[in-house]
């Protein structure tokens, strides 16, 4: 598997670097004054016991929601219990306590449904911000909830949230044997109502969402036949493929010999970015999705791999051996070897670089002290923070879509046999918030979907 080790040799060749110094850098903190902010006990009209768990459920679904943006929000326990507080709001008493933003609700029963509404207010202000009137089922009850949630979450800030976004990710737990099986998955961006996505038993790598998330890119270990002379010839190769989530079809997008692999979306959706090794080492490509053709980014003796693009295409990200190991260059894009720069030179080596999505800032992973941590850095390569310190090794940190998050994954040794790796999500500024996957086989490459405006 020549081509396979070609792709992996710019991340783990870590006995050939010489041991480096390493800058000591505080993991970042960040201090900010927080609204209080408080979902009421919802009002209960008339409900029997399945009725009331559910009502209960809803309420449980939209705080935990909220919860993730702390760093914002000190969702805080006051509670007026549901007495009235949708029906006969007291604003008063809410601002005396100190309240920002209070949230209240009402689920009643008619006949076989759930009717259930919701109100905000800025207490500040002492107006509502925001209403909502719905038919609650249990089998929508988390769409339903995030849905709820980000309207809310948008009438006090302005801006989307994550609630209605998801994580696309890859999982080995349909390894069955000695040979290794990696399909992609989709759940919710708080780790639920995971859905399987491939059955190809073989191995996905480094999948990417469409702008308008209507298609996952990924790559595969797939295996070829070819027939010359009437004898049988089976070969692997990385090839990659593309999933429209509408039909739920798979098309070949390019399978060359070698690396066809690393790929990204340009804003558009039109145009990709590949790290492509037909022509011997490994080069970054833009191709065009409708014609196919195709033009170097990257022309170089070392491997460039694993780009990243700022939504306006004026800059990449890429790794690249061109200094004898796996460090971050940026450059424009937009011509063949147009400016490129080194920005990284912490740890041994680096791996996967993303930008932010205002372009702003790219956040990688960095091998040190014998193990991978989360440093972000400037596109201009100041300003380096590391986010992570002594919490296992972690990996492949991608931002959400506001900005305000990043996943990433992190694995830890259990035992000399025994090792676990899961999904994890943390606030820009490095606070973990929680394990998003557990006891679902070691995962790998998590990618956010988009926020819709």
């Known amino acids: 598997m020549k081509i396979f080790l070609l792709f992996v040799a710019l991340f783990f060749h870590t006995q050939a670097f010489a041991q480096d110094s390493v800058a000591e850098i505080a993991v970042g903190e960040a201090g900010v004054d927080k609204d209080k902010f408080v979902v009421d006990e919802p009002e209960l009209k008339s409900l029997s016991g399945e009725q009331k768990a559910l009502a ?17 929000f000190n969702n805080v326990d006051y509670s007026d219990k549901g007495k009235e507080s949708y029906t006969k709001p007291d604003l008063v008493k809410w601002k005396e306590s100190g309240i920002s933003y209070f949230v209240a609700t009402q689920v009643s029963s008619s006949w076989t449904r759930l009717e259930a509404k919701v109100r905000a207010w800025s207490v500040i202000t002492g107006k509502e911000i925001y209403s909502e009137t719905f038919r609650l089922e249990s089998k929508n009850i988390r769409h339903q909830t995030h849905h709820i949630a980000d309207g809310i979450y948008r009438a006090v800030t302005g801006k989307p949230s994550i609630f209605n976004s998801k994580i696309v990710f890859v999982s080995d737990r349909a390894t069955f044997g000695k040979d290794t099986v990696k399909e992609l998955y989709l759940m919710d961006f708080d780790g639920n109502r995971v859905e399987k996505l491939t059955n190809f038993h073989s191995v996905v790598i480094s999948p990417t969402v469409a702008p308008d998330n209507s298609k996952i890119m990924f790559s595969l270990i797939a295996t070829h036949k070819d027939v010359s002379r009437t004898q049988l010839r089976i070969t692997k190769n990385i090839d990659l493929k593309m999933y429209d989530l509408k039909s739920r079809s798979f098309s070949t997008v390019s399978d060359k010999p070698g690396i066809n692999s690393g790929a990204i979306f340009s804003a558009n959706g039109k145009v990709i970015y590949l790290t492509l090794s037909f022509s011997g080492n490994a080069d970054i490509y833009e191709m065009d999705l409708g ?10 003796y070392a491997d460039d791999v694993d780009p990243s693009i700022t939504r306006d295409g004026s800059l990449m990200a890429f790794l690249s051996n061109r200094a004898g190991r796996a460090n971050i ?4 894009p937009t011509q063949t070897e147009k400016d490129v720069k080194r920005i990284s030179f912490v740890g041994q080596f680096n791996a996967t670089p993303r930008f932010s999505p205002d372009g702003k800032e790219i956040v990688f992973s960095s091998w040190v002290d014998n193990g991978f941590d989360l440093y972000r850095i400037g596109a201009d390569g100041n300003h380096l923070s590391r986010l992570t310190k002594d919490f296992g090794s972690n990996e492949e940190p991608v931002y959400s879509p506001d900005s305000e998050f990043i996943v990433f994954t992190s694995k830890r040794i259990l035992s000399r046999t025994k090792a676990v790796q899961d999904i994890y999500i943390m606030n820009r500024d490095g606070e973990i918030l929680g394990q998003l996957t557990q006891d679902f086989g070691r995962c790998f490459s998590p990618q956010w979907t988009n926020v819709l405006k």
């Open 291 to 300: 014609s196919g053709s195709m033009k170097k980014v990257t022309s170089h």
């Open 329 to 332: 260059y940026t450059m424009d």
């Open 56 to 72: 209960v459920e809803f309420i449980d679904i939209l705080r935990n929601d909220f919860s993730f943006y702390r760093h914002k």
